[in-house]
């Protein structure tokens, strides 16, 4: 395990279909977090995990959106009823609870397209 | 409501130049200032990052400047390369809240020019 894995890297879905992605963080990383990144912006927070809890939500998180990390392990974000403002790159992050060090590691993401 | 600021938008820098990238934040209760890579395609890299109780960082060609009466912190790359080519976040950490989730600045296109 030799990062943050996130599936899949690119999606294209129609505008009111559901869409799930997926995130496997670092193994021994108990905190995971979700951003979101429109194109010429800097990451935006969506939630975050602390092992299987999801202990925030951002305001940018509409009752569309929908994340869980069942038993702590992978994390999954669900969008119904896709809009074209989703567009964006979902990113997830993983970091280890050591203190106040905030050494983050982000994956690759996935690339949403609502047509 | 922005809280990290970042300038410039996007820079041009020719290779062995420095490159310089500013940001400023207004929430004292931030206390960690880490600073991301990010190639095309591709999740953000942490660089470097630095703690308000220090005014300077240095790793190898990469320094952090940080001002905590001005509430303003940057990033030098000496020696730019064609490599270092990418866009650059700040970011802030609020120490208050547990949960450690990062607020980012708009972003800097860097381009080093060969």
């Known amino acids: 395990d030799t990062g943050v894995s996130q599936d899949p890297r690119h999606k294209i879905t129609k505008r009111g279909q559901n869409v799930t992605f997926r995130c496997d963080p670092i193994?021994?990383?108990?905190?995971l977090y979700w951003y979101r990144q429109t194109l010429g912006q800097g990451p935006e927070f969506l939630t975050y995990f602390q092992n299987e809890a999801q202990l925030e939500k951002s305001r940018l998180l509409s009752d569309r959106f929908s994340a869980e990390r069942p038993k702590g392990s992978f994390s999954t974000l669900e969008i119904q009823r896709t809009e074209q403002g989703d567009s964006a790159m979902y990113l997830c992050a993983s970091s280890l609870s050591v203190g106040t060090n905030y050494g983050y590691t982000f994956g690759s993401g996935t690339r949403l397209t609502v047509v | 409501q922005q809280q990290v600021k970042q300038s410039p938008q996007s820079l041009i820098v020719q290779k062995g130049g420095i490159s310089i990238i500013n940001c400023a934040y207004e929430?004292?209760?931030?206390?960690?200032f880490p600073w991301y890579q990010q190639f095309p395609g591709k999740g953000p890299a942490l660089l470097i990052a630095?703690?308000?109780?220090?005014s300077e960082k240095k790793e190898g060609r990469f320094t952090i400047s940080f001002n905590k009466s001005a509430k303003q912190f940057s990033l030098h790359i000496m020696d730019s390369q064609p490599g270092d080519s990418a866009t650059y976040f700040c970011?802030?950490?609020?120490?208050?809240?547990?949960?450690?989730?990062?607020?980012f600045g708009q972003g800097t296109t860097l381009q080093v020019k060969p």
């Open positions: 970011a802030a950490v609020d120490g208050s809240s547990n949960t450690g989730k990062l607020i």
């Open positions: 630095i703690r308000p109780d220090v």
């Open positions: 193994s021994e990383h108990n905190r």
């Open positions: 929430n004292t209760a931030f206390d960690y």
